[in-house]
């Protein structure tokens, strides 16, 4: 009730006003803090010189980005960009060999970088899960699957196979987990689909070609095999306009490269939460939006991530996954994770507490089980389920008569206010495993105890603004697309 209803234009400017105001001054706290710090003894190893001519420094805590867009990124764009030129040439010359030549170049890249002891590595884990599949049975291939996954996470097995690693460099950690862990997944994928399709003959080099195509080898996203060998196997026609949008999205990851980059010029948001005795004198406005700018600086990164490999796999004629949700637009749990196969609509409680646990059993492996990893997933599988338990409460009883009473735009309110609470919980419960514990206790005293009311209550009013200013784009777009389908129709 009320989700459709649309607000007084007034009231949306009002949450408009509140919320950029506030954003401006938290940003303006954290800029004083980056500047106050950049020269503490703490900051030494992750604040390093920058742009000289203006006197920055940047925060280099993240060493991946840093890696990736600095030492590693000529050999980024030298091995995307062959693929490119090949996959080109190759689909205008002989298009049905195409799905063929994408797994040639992905196995050279894969040895040119990690060696062919690994390639033989990870050929034996295919070899183990495509016989598997022609068992036929279903939870043979997901029990080898979860243990091939887990073999790459937890000793005596990962010790074992890291050996089969020649050479050393920077990224080589990185490289090693995401190859071999996105291996396995595709190919517990394959393995499945196998098994749902008996009448389906795969071949092992179906599984090969899918497995090596480099643009989603090392760090992903994951295509499931059905939609990927589907999308590879039929005739390469590009739709009217799309290459436009591939340019645009070519042209948005790389101004989100070049933002991020500014940004960590003048903002140390990774470095401050390692210093909690600096972090702990921070206002609590510049604390919550610390704490809130590392979500959103992780979402960044994997948005980055999936524009750049997602863009490649456009240009290749694929319809890759989309990126993630970003943090700013979410407020309910069930919009950050997909397991729909167990979980259905996400309408009933006990198949949704079986596919929570299933994804996080899968998510632990993926991570590598630590006890941040373990409390990071019951968190967030509890706030799953919790939300989905608030639902069906709230469905029924007084909740729901006290809800038939109130208009549709109060129902709206309400909604939102419960938003902004459980937008404050995915932060929290994603803290701990982005910074550590201690700075997630840190933040949640500062904002939930110590600066009760008055922290407490602003920070949530703020929030309950954005909350309405997403949700008021959400009806936007769902109407656009009601007036689009009616179009159709009429036509």
Known sequence: MGIKTALPTAELGLYSLVLSGA????????????????????????????????????????????????????????????????????????????????????????????????????LGHCMVLYVASLLGQRWLCLALGLASLASFKVDPGISWQSGFVTGTFDLQ?????????????????????????????????????????????????????????????????????????????????????????IFFH????????????????????????????????????????FGVVNTVARLDHLDPPQPPKCITALYVFGETYVYDHIGGDHSTVIPELAASVATFVVTTLWLGPCDIVYLWSVLNCFGLNFELWVQKLAERGPLAQMEARLSEQMSRRVRALCGAINFWAIIMYNLVSLNSLEFTELVARRLILTGFPQTTLAVLFVTYCGVQLVKERERSLALEEEQRQDKEKLE
């Open 23 to 122: 954003l401006a001054y938290a940003g303006r706290g954290l800029l004083e803090a980056s500047q106050d710090g950049a020269h503490r003894k703490a900051f030494r190893e992750s604040v390093r010189p920058g742009w000289e001519y203006l006197g920055r420094k940047m925060d280099v805590a993240d060493f991946e980005w840093v890696m990736w867009f600095t030492n590693f990124r000529n050999i980024i764009v030298f091995a995307l960009s062959g693929h490119v030129l090949f996959a080109k040439l190759c689909t205008m010359v002989a298009p049905q060999l195409r799905s063929w030549m994408y797994a040639v170049y992905g196995v050279l890249a894969v040895v040119g970088t990690m060696g062919p002891w690994y390639l033989l590595l990870l």
């Open 173 to 261: 950690d990185v490289l090693f987990h995401g190859g071999s862990s996105f291996t396995v997944l595709r190919c517990t994928s394959f393995a499945l689909e196998s098994c749902a399709h008996p009448d389906r003959r795969y071949s092992l080099a179906d599984l090969l070609k899918y497995n090596f195509y480099l643009p989603f080898f090392f760090f992903g996203p994951i295509m499931t095999f059905d939609r990927f060998h589907a999308q590879v196997s039929q005739e390469p026609v590009r739709p009217e306009g799309e290459l436009w949008h591939i340019q645009a999205q070519a042209g948005l990851s790389a101004a989100a490269i070049m933002a991020v980059d």
């Open 266 to 305: 003048f903002f140390y948001i990774l470095t401050i939460p390692s210093d909690l005795k600096f972090a702990s004198r921070l206002p609590d406005s510049a604390l919550a939006g610390l704490a809130y700018s590392n979500l959103v600086y992780d979402w960044v990164k994997a948005a980055v991530l």
